[in-house]
């Protein structure tokens, strides 16, 4: 049978040591048993205990006084008293002191209720466990790693790490593959901060998001007078990274047209502004990054083949986080970690069945995607909970619907002081009410005048929510 936790029993009655150990056994735990309160608190000393279950009164040792040397050295383990009928009291004060409950002698071993207790006692002491662990590790790994930013235990992400250290000061550009979110920006400014150029300018542009008519100007810039409102000269992109680095991440949006200018520029390392008669010398390093197959869009004569072999001098591929799942606790805490010291909240990590759901993802929005999603857990976690469980992760990744747990009170929302997460609020406020601004008032525990106020300054219109 599967050892589901490891438990130490405490009381001077040697029947009911005995009796309560084979029957927790019977459950499939692994039991020690002590008569004696003071040998009880060596054996925690030397033992990983995930509850220990002790009575209220014995001869050398009160319960509450054993809970207290307990947590001398052990601070992780769950604590249940037993007390007989007189000591519930005195039982209730040792919760105030860290027990996780109380069992009222005599016992009643028919009971679910007690069977549930030590169930969530032993996994609550197994949660505790493992965030320490993670928090530990994840210390480890930043100390250790050569580069703060990117956390990784990965062996493939590792090589990248001391492969980027080596060219890093070579001057040569660099094309970066991978799915969207998987830190292609990160590895980018990594090779810009460990590079001679690391106290110039580090440039990042997506190619994706500007127009192709305006293209050209942005990245060569304009010449005074060569179009409408050109009043002054102005610098592209590549003229105002002098001295420093330009990303461009997904090149592969470059029109054909600039894919020519653009060679040219990385084989002269001059720019021509827009409507210009001279040249100007530029000292730029590029690093390009595509999530797209660039030897299939020459094939397809989308990309310019002589461009392709230019950027290709370095290449390097990073794996997509499925392919590391080892990474994905690890950056689930430094996610939970980043949230608390930002917002000054103090969850405290994961249970073991919501990192396990986070790890068997598949994250097709890579790194990106987690962060946000452990992000969103975190803010209804808020809510009511030390840790993040399965109620807190998305639908799709736990398959539960966790309607119940969103956060609607608005005193508990506006504690997250950030615009984008009041707006998001606030929609999904009146998503869950078809646009009822009374029953979201009545939800958010405020005033409907007050509601509206708020969905004014944030530009919300209930409108778009009805059904």
Known sequence: MENRGYIL??????????????????????????????????MVKDNDYDLI??????????????????????QVSSFIVLTAYGTVETAVDCMKHGAFDYISKPID???????????????????????????NYLEVIKNESPLKSIITVNPVMKELLEYIKKIANFDFTVLIYG??????????????????????????????TISKDVMESEFFGVKKGVFTGADTDRAGILEMAD??????????????????????????????K?????????????IAATNKDLKQLVKEGKFREDLYFRLEGIKIQIPPLRERREDIPVLAYHFLEEFNKKY????????????????????????????????????????????????????????QDNTKSMIFDYNLAKKINDQNFTTKYLKNLLSFTNGN????????????????????????NPEEFRK
């Open 53 to 74: 279950i002790s009575d209220l009164k014995m001869p050398q040792m009160t319960g509450d006084q054993f809970l207290k040397e307990v947590r001398k050295y052990n």
């Open 344 to 399: 000054s909240t103090d969850i405290k990590g994961f249970t073991q069945e919501a990192l396990q759901l986070l790890i068997n993802y598949n994250w097709k929005g890579n790194v990106r995607q987690l962060q946000n999603v452990v992000t969103e857990a975190c803010i209804i976690a808020l809510a009511k909970k030390e840790y993040i469980d399965v109620s807190c992760l998305p639908s799709y990744i736990s398959g």
């Open 437 to 460: 601004i009374s029953q979201a008032a009545r939800l958010a525990n405020i005033e409907r005048q007050s509601l509206q106020k708020l969905l004014k300054k944030y530009g919300v």
């Open 9 to 42: 029993l405490v009381d001077d009655e040697e029947d009911l040591l005995v009796s309560f150990k084979e029957i927790l056994e019977d459950e499939g735990y692994k039991v020690d048993i002590s008569s004696s309160p003071k040998k009880a608190v060596e």
């Open 179 to 208: 799915e969207s979110g998987v830190g292609k920006e990160l590895f980018a400014k990594a090779i810009h901060q460990l590079s001679n150029r690391k106290n110039r300018i580090f440039l990042p542009i997506n190619c994706a």
């Open 274 to 286: 827009l409507g210009d008669t001279t040249s100007k010398k530029v000292d730029v390093r590029v």
């Open 109 to 135: 071993f028919n009971d679910n209720k007690i069977w549930n207790m030590i169930s969530q006692a032993v996994e609550l002491a197994k949660t505790k466990k493992n965030s320490l662990y993670y928090k």
């Open 243 to 272: 001295g420093g680095t330009v990303f461009l991440d997904e090149i592969s949006e470059l029109p054909l047209d600039l894919q020519a200018k653009f060679l040219r520029f990385l084989q002269e390392k001059e720019v021509r």
